[in-house]
């Protein structure tokens, strides 16, 4: 009888410290959960629509991570960056303002560009800061930044002209970031320097170039810059700013723009013919490994429940990815859209995005709502109870309630997109006018071929995209009073200055309005 008392006595005591456990356990997720989350921003470059094998399933390159992240959050299949190329999107990101509405109506900025946001211009790194976050940006920048030059007076900048000693002006910086490490433009544009909270970490001494899908262009190198290594560089400095920050009891927002599967496509060599496609296929296995190394260490540190994640890319895949060889894999990056990177056509800036939240955020559930990326402005506006100004994210919409399946109503209207040239395409539901006769950039028909051929093609296109996802019909004779609506449309929110309710706002002006004249007059 006594043994069995015994027996009973150390049963209860460990029901009731298992039950102590439990609770102390549970009282750390709700205490997790009711703080802001963390929120960190993952954006691929390059990276096409169908790379992700959960948004095509007939893809031939594995994502597990990627996909795995897809089931445990939302994904939205018709989301778009405000552009189909690098530098206006990642300044449509970190604004909630259409590109063109800064000075840089088309193109993209090079490595020595000067800096393209405004000093008075409120980021999300700047709001979230007002909001008590802990802000870092490690990765691609390209928005440009102020070199400091040997000679003030020069009227050049380019590897002679700056003085890698110094600081620079304009950087990540000064527009709300703690903590800042990277590189200015594209992997593949000089100089290839790291710069670390404003100053370059070595004075680039070699020049280096390469050729090929590994090709960058020649310009000076520092000797702890290499190609090879950027993309796993740059993941180690976000896995140890998360370890560091995970110790401490203030959110933290991590905008993480990675510098691939961009030129140069250089794989390590643990991925180098893992994807059974070509090396393109290899380097997207390595950006959903990074996505991987990210989702790890918040489990390790035990504040996944409470980080809102975010994965998207800057725009279509790139033709450098070789449509056509990876066409013999049966791989196609635009899935069933047509075109790619730069272009006006859905393959040039529908890309996949998917929502972790774990705390907050349905799972396993996929919307066709259209979003743009300069909705992840308001978004975080939302979540952390910021009342945005009239002055600030002008084309940003809140996702929350989508994320959080609060609602499933619409929650924007109209999307505007924007290609490399410039050429504007306004959308709303199912149609779709795109203001230029071909593919507005780099696919057929290129606009100077167009014009070199003399081709005779309607100035605009009007696509219904429930029938015709493929843009393969032009409409534009058989609904004229789509396009007047969508024309009249496009041109109020270019006259507003914004997309959202609130006060007309100013556009910048710039030597290039005449693309935008041309539908307002």
């Known amino acids: 009888m ?29 205490k997790e959960e009711a703080k802001a989350p963390n929120i960190i921003y993952i954006l691929a470059d390059d990276l096409g629509y169908g790379d992700v094998q959960y948004f ?5 390159i594995p994502t597990p991570n990627i996909d795995n992240m897809s089931e445990n959050g939302v994904v939205f299949t018709d989301a778009h960056t405000s552009s ?16 063109w509405r800064s000075k840089l109506k088309k193109h993209v900025l090079n490595g020595y560009s000067k800096g393209l946001i405004k000093q008075e211009r409120v980021t999300i790194a700047e709001m979230l800061k007002q909001q008590g976050y802990s802000t870092a940006f490690i990765g691609k920048w390209h928005l440009g930044w102020d070199w400091t030059l040997k000679d003030e007076n020069s009227e050049k900048i380019n590897g002679e002209t700056v003085d890698f000693t110094q600081p620079i002006k304009n950087g990540p910086n000064s527009h709300g970031f703690d903590y800042a490490f990277g590189f200015c433009g594209s992997l593949d544009m000089p100089p290839y320097v790291y710069v670390e909270n404003g100053l370059p970490t070595m004075v680039p001494t070699k020049y280096t170039r390469s050729k090929g899908m590994k090709m960058w262009r020649k310009g000076l190198t520092a000797d702890d810059f290499s190609h090879n290594d950027v993309l796993q560089d740059i993941t180690d400095k976000a896995i140890g700013f998360i370890d560091e920050k995970a110790k401490e009891e203030k959110p933290f927002f991590l905008y993480l723009p990675l510098p691939a599967p961009h030129t140069p496509i250089l794989p390590t060599e643990e991925f180098l013919g893992k994807s059974k496609t070509n090396i393109y296929g290899d380097f997207v296995m390595q950006v959903d490994n990074v996505v991987r190394q990210v989702r790890e260490i918040l489990v390790q540190k035990g504040i996944s429940e409470n980080t809102l994640l975010v994965f998207t890319s800057d725009n279509g895949c790139s033709p450098k990815a070789d449509f056509k060889d990876l066409a013999t894999y049966n791989h196609n990056p635009s899935a069933q859209f047509r075109g790619y990177k730069a272009d006006i056509y859905e393959g040039g800036h529908r890309v996949p995005f998917i929502v972790e939240w774990p705390a907050k955020s349905l799972k396993k559930a996929s919307f066709n709502n259209m979003i743009c990326t300069t909705d992840f402005f308001a978004t975080c506006a939302d979540i952390t109870g910021y009342k945005m100004k009239d002055t600030e994210g002008e084309d940003s919409y809140s996702m929350l309630q989508l994320i959080t399946g609060k609602d499933d ?42 014009r070199k051929n003399k081709m005779n093609l309607p100035p605009m296109q009007l696509f219904n995209l429930k029938d015709d996802i493929g843009e393969t019909k032009n409409l534009l004779t058989e609904y004229p009073e789509k ?7 496009l041109k109020k929110i270019i006259l507003d200055g914004r997309s959202t309710p609130g006060e007309i706002q100013e556009n910048e002006k710039s030597k290039n309005w005449f693309q935008i004249n041309s539908i307002v007059d």
Do not use: M
């Open 2 to 30: 006594k043994k069995n008392s015994k027996i009973l006595l150390i049963v209860l005591l460990v029901v009731i410290n298992s039950c102590k456990t439990t609770k102390v356990k549970n009282e750390k997720v709700e």
């Open 56 to 60: 095509n399933p007939e893809g031939k």
């Open 84 to 99: 189909s190329v690098c530098t206006p999107t990642r300044y449509g990101i970190l604004t909630g303002r259409y590109n």
């Open 409 to 450: 109503k619409d929650i924007r209207e109209y999307i505007v997109h924007h290609s490399i040239d410039g050429i504007f395409a306004i959308r709303q539901g199912d149609w779709k006018l795109s203001f230029c006769p071909g593919s507005g950039g780099w696919s057929d028909p290129r606009p100077r071929d167009i």
């Open 483 to 489: 396009v007047i609506e969508l024309k009249a449309a």
